[in-house]
C-alpha cells in the first residue's frame, strides 16, 4: 500500500527549500541579473548619459580591448597587485594562525588584535594608510630610523614602484587578520587526539604541524586562496583613493578602476560592461582551476 502524505525526507527538502528560496531570489536579483545586463550591454556602444538608444556593434567592444594599451596595462597592474598580496596573505595568514595556536595564553587577544583592520571599511583603511604614507608621516620616519637617514623622502606615493608596494602594503594589513582567524578556526576543528598520538610517537612540534595540521588543513587553505584571490582582482576602493589624492594613476590603474573611469569618467558603459565580464571570466576560471588542483575531496579524521 502507498503511504499518504510526504515522507520525512520529502517535508525536510519542501522546508529546505522553503527557507532558501527567499535567498535565491535576493541573489539573482543583485548577481545573476547584473551579469546578464552587463554581458548584454557589452555587446552594444552605449552613452551613459545619452537618450539616444544603445547602437549594436556585436563583438567589437572586445575587439578594442584586446588591442588597447590602456587595458593591457591595467591587466599587468593587477597581476602584478595579485602577486604581490595573494601569496604574503596566505603564507603568513596560516603562520600566525599556528602561531595563535601554539600559545597558552592570550590567544583572545592576539585574535581580535590582528581581526581589528578587517573591521574597518576599504575606505577608510586607505585614508588611514594616506596619512602614514604622507612626507612627513610614520612610514618615512619609521625608514628614516631605521636606516640612518634624515629628513628623506621615499616617496610612497609618488613613485610607480613605492605606489604599488603602498597599495600592496594596506590590502595586506586589511585583510591579514581575516584570514588569519579563518586558519585559527580551520586548526581548531582538527581533534586534538591526534596531536597526542603523534606526539607519543616522538614528533616534534615542527613535524606535528607539517604532517598533522597541515594536510588537514586542506579545505581551510582551499578556502582562504579562493577568497583572497577574489579579494585581490576586485580590488578598487585603495586605488581609487590614492589616485584621487593625487598619486599618479598610471602605475595603479588595475582592471576595476578602469571599469569606473570608462563608464563614470567617459561615460562608455558598453565597454566598461565587456571590461567587467572579461574579469568575471577571470575570476571564474582561478577559482575553478583551484578547485580543480586541490581536487577538494572532504578530510575524514580516522
Known amino acids: 500500500m502507498r503511504k499518504r502524505g510526504f515522507s520525512m525526507e520529502q517535508k525536510k527538502a519542501r522546508w529546505g527549500w522553503i527557507f532558501v528560496t527567499p535567498a535565491l531570489i535576493l541573489f ?45 596595462e591595467s591587466v599587468i ?46 575606505v577608510v583603511a586607505a585614508l588611514i594608510w594616506l596619512l602614514i604614507f604622507d612626507p612627513r608621516g610614520i612610514a618615512n620616519q619609521g625608514l628614516n630610523t631605521m636606516l640612518g637617514t634624515s629628513g628623506v623622502n621615499y616617496h610612497w606615493l609618488s613613485k610607480a614602484g613605492m605606489l604599488r608596494l603602498s597599495t600592496i602594503i594596506v590590502y595586506f594589513w586589511k585583510y591579514i587578520g581575516y584570514f588569519t582567524i579563518v586558519f585559527v578556526s580551520g586548526i581548531g576543528s582538527i581533534p586534538y587526539t591526534l596531536h597526542e598520538a603523534a606526539l607519543i610517537d616522538g614528533t616534534n612540534r615542527w613535524q606535528n604541524f607539517w604532517y598533522i595540521t597541515f594536510p588537514l588543513l586542506k579545505p581551510t587553505t582551499l578556502l582562504v586562496s ?77
Open 77 to 122: 597592474n593587477t597581476a602584478v597587485f595579485t602577486a604581490g598580496t595573494f601569496v604574503p596573505l596566505v603564507v603568513f595568514s596560516l603562520i600566525l594562525a599556528a602561531f595563535i595556536m601554539s600559545i597558552n595564553k592570550f590567544q583572545r587577544f592576539f585574535q581580535m588584535a590582528f581581526y581589528a583592520p578587517a573591521v574597518l571599511s576599504s
Open 226 to 302: 579562493v577568497m583572497a584571490l577574489i579579494q585581490c582582482l576586485k580590488t578598487f576602493s585603495t586605488q581609487y583613493l590614492f589616485s584621487s589624492s593625487g598619486a599618479p594613476t598610471r602605475p595603479i590603474n588595475v582592471i576595476t578602476l578602469n571599469i569606473y573611469n570608462t563608464a563614470i569618467k567617459d561615460y562608455r558603459i558598453g565597454r566598461a560592461s565587456a571590461m567587467s565580464i572579461l574579469l568575471f571570466l577571470v575570476m571564474f576560471l582561478f577559482t575553478w582551476l583551484q578547485l580543480k588542483v586541490s581536487k577538494t575531496e572532504e578530510v575524514t579524521y580516522m
Open 28 to 72: 539573482s536579483i543583485f548577481s545573476f541579473y547584473p551579469i546578464f545586463t552587463a554581458f548584454y550591454t557589452s555587446f552594444y556602444n552605449k552613452n551613459l548619459l545619452s537618450l539616444r538608444p544603445p547602437r549594436y556593434i556585436g563583438w567589437a567592444n572586445y575587439q578594442y580591448l584586446f588591442t588597447s594599451q590602456e587595458f593591457r
